[in-house]
């Protein structure tokens, strides 16, 4: 679990259509997925996704509703294997089994859902499943939890008036704070966030961008970013990776691209796979 | 002062303590014999007793928006089991370890029912009550029989007038205790909350429902066990739904909503007592029989309605 960050290796600017394996395997590569395919009985969620993570870049998803993004990060975390393709974590080939197993590797993952306990306290919901215990009991201590959190919290800049209360009675922001603050805790070098600017307003945004960006800085981890507005996510992403329909149509770094040609891309798509649809 | 009463405020149990002390205090002063004589104590929490431990596992179910409707019937089952097993030249002991692994073993396929079939627990349950019902009047060939032990095992197990009372005390304080301050606890509060989210989070949820429906249908076994020895006698038409509904009631009363997500054990031991109270209160009062159904279960509402809109009162509060 313990990781260094390359010093000074920063991702060349490059954009690449196709991942074929004859490629070889750049040492900043983090985590790799080749050709991942999900079904879920008739529907195909994912059609042969590849993606690259380097080390401490963030990567945006977008994508329209359904395109498979929640799926792929589910795939990411070990929630739920993929059908077929294969996944390299540094540089490894990795089935992974289980959402521990993914986790002891130090991925983590904050779902769209937030995964997040209403009627538990802030401190529980920050160690859910990673329970601080009285050794050889399956007792809670809970003050060296509290404690914990409020120090977590604090160090991630992050301010909740009590972590005594109930999540369910916070704002959306504080909430989505608290989820990263469980992946952050953890350790995680591979964070996952999906859509973690959903239905907030734009001072909570602001919140959560800053934190994301922090932590970026910090240079410990790298950071899968699932998004849907384009604008903000060409602001904090280092590369975008645009998902339609189960499968990769476009990738670029995010400072070679711009709002209007990705709206450009996805109406192409859009009408490409319109026509193709009338015509079959 | 504004601490005190804000930690006052975050105490789930405080509503439904306000309708108990007062419902208390009402019967001590309508009839001065409720609460101060030895006999009514006695009578209250031989009531009471058999309510709270059924509740123990209705509540950790209901946080799980699961319910047990069978617990009646393993109730009545279960000292059957204790029985046959005796005249099968088991010790006493070990017949009561094995008919609670009988009642533990229905938890077990009323869990795996529900879970691995995705039924929901409100029809396992209801099947599994008309047919645990159906077998232990076959069985019993719906004849009462005796219970036989040494006086001081029938004495520790509920023949004792406040027996029973102690062991449901116990098992209170134990399974709150677990509820609030073991991984067990926080993962079924967690699951129930939010299904996808703890499994999302790693936690094993089908694998702790099952094992909740397991410790649901033992308490609901030795709680059966217990009225035997009490009554000194095994009646195979004992418990029932009368009892699981009474049960379920003092969970609610206490504070753990049906929808799930949430629950309190000392909640449902309060909740318990108020049905207590309200039963002996009004006995003692004196109300025509026919009425006291009427009067009771009007009362039953109000108590849950007084509790569910203190409780909202007081997350309102907590928050701001
Ligand atoms: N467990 C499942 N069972 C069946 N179908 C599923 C399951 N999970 C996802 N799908 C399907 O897979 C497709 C992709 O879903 P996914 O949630 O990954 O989309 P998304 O890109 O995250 O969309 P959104 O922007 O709405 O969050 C959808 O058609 C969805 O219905
Ligand atoms: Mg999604």
New interface residues.
């Given amino acids: 679990m313990t990781h260094t960050p390359i010093a000074g290796l920063r991702a060349p600017p490059t954009t690449y259509a196709a991942l074929d394996g004859a490629e070889p395997l750049a040492v900043t590569d983090l985590l790799r997925a080749e050709n991942i395919v999900k079904t879920f009985g008739p529907v195909t969620a994912l059609n042969g996704v590849s993606l690259r993570l380097r080390r401490g870049e963030i990567l945006g998803i977008l994508g329209d509703n359904g395109a498979g993004k929640s799926t792929l990060m589910?795939i990411l975390?070990g929630?739920q294997p993929q059908s077929s393709g294969k996944l390299y974590i540094d540089g490894a080939e990795t089935a992974l089994r289980?959402?521990?197993h993914a986790?002891a590797l130090g991925i983590e993952?904050v779902?769209q859902?937030?995964?997040?306990?209403?009627?538990?306290s802030v401190y529980?919901n920050i160690f859910?499943?990673r329970?601080i215990?009285y050794p050889g009991f399956?007792?809670?201590n809970?003050r060296a939890m509290r404690r914990e959190a409020i120090r977590c919290l604090e160090e991630i800049g992050v301010y909740i008036p009590s972590v005594?209360?109930?999540v369910g009675?916070l704002s959306g922001g504080q909430r989505q704070a608290i989820a990263i603050a469980r992946a952050v805790h953890a350790r995680a070098r591979i964070l996952l966030l999906d859509e973690p600017l959903a239905a907030m307003g734009a001072r909570e945004a602001a919140l959560i961008i800053d934190l994301i960006l922090r932590l970026k800085a910090e240079g410990n981890m790298s950071i899968i970013m699932i998004m849907h507005n384009y604008a903000q996510t060409l602001d904090i992403a280092d590369r975008i990776m645009l998902m339609q329909r189960g499968q990769v149509t476009y990738e670029s770094d995010a400072r070679s691209t711009s709002v209007p040609e990705l709206m450009t891309i996805v109406r192409r798509e859009y009408q490409h796979f319109q026509t193709h649809k009338e015509s079959a | 002062m504004a601490r005190t009463i804000n930690s006052m405020l975050r105490w789930r149990e405080l509503s439904v303590i306000v309708v108990a002390v007062v419902l208390a205090i009402y019967f001590q002063i309508a009839n001065a014999n409720f609460l101060l004589s030895n006999a009514s104590l006695q009578n209250l929490s031989q009531f009471i007793a058999p309510v709270a431990l059924i509740a123990c596992g209705e509540v950790i179910l209901m946080i799980g928006g699961e319910i047990d409707l069978s617990a009646g019937m393993v109730y009545a089952l279960a000292p059957f089991l204790m029985y046959f097993l005796t005249r099968a030249g088991l010790p006493a002991p070990l017949a009561i370890v094995g008919a609670l692994a009988g009642a533990a073993a229905v938890g077990a396929v009323n869990g795996m029912v529900t879970v691995l079939l995705q039924v929901p627990s409100f029809v396992t349950t209801l099947g599994m009550l008309f047919l645990l019902n159906g077998l232990t009047l076959t069985i019993s060939g719906g004849t009462p029989v005796g219970v036989d032990a040494s006086p001081t095992l029938a004495f520790i197990m509920g023949r004792g007038g406040y027996a029973e009372f102690v062991w449901a005390a116990l098992v209170v304080l134990v399974m709150h205790f677990m509820l609030r301050n073991t991984r067990w606890g926080l993962h079924t509060i967690a699951a129930g909350a939010n299904p996808v989210g703890a499994s999302e989070a790693g936690i094993r949820t089908r694998e702790l429902k099952m094992v909740n429906f397991v410790i649901s249908g033992a308490l609901a076994g030795l709680t059966g066990i217990l009225e035997a020895f009490r009554i000194s006698s095994i009646d195979p038409t004992a418990g029932g739904t009368h009892i699981m509904f009474l049960a379920v009631a003092a969970a609610v009363i206490g504070g753990t909503p049906l929808a799930g997500g949430s629950g309190t054990i000392a909640g449902a031991m309060i909740g318990a007592m108020v049905l207590g109270i309200l039963n002996d209160g009004f006995t003692l009062i004196g109300i025509n029989a026919f009425t006291f159904d009427l009067i009771l279960g009007g009362a039953i509402l109000v108590a849950m309605l007084c509790n569910i809109l203190i409780g909202r009162y007081r997350r309102r509060m907590a928050v701001s």
């Fill in positions: 589910k975390t929630y289980s959402v521990d986790r993952c779902y859902d937030l995964a997040l306990a209403n009627s538990l529980h859910l499943n329970e215990l399956h007792i809670l809970n005594d209360a109930e009675a």
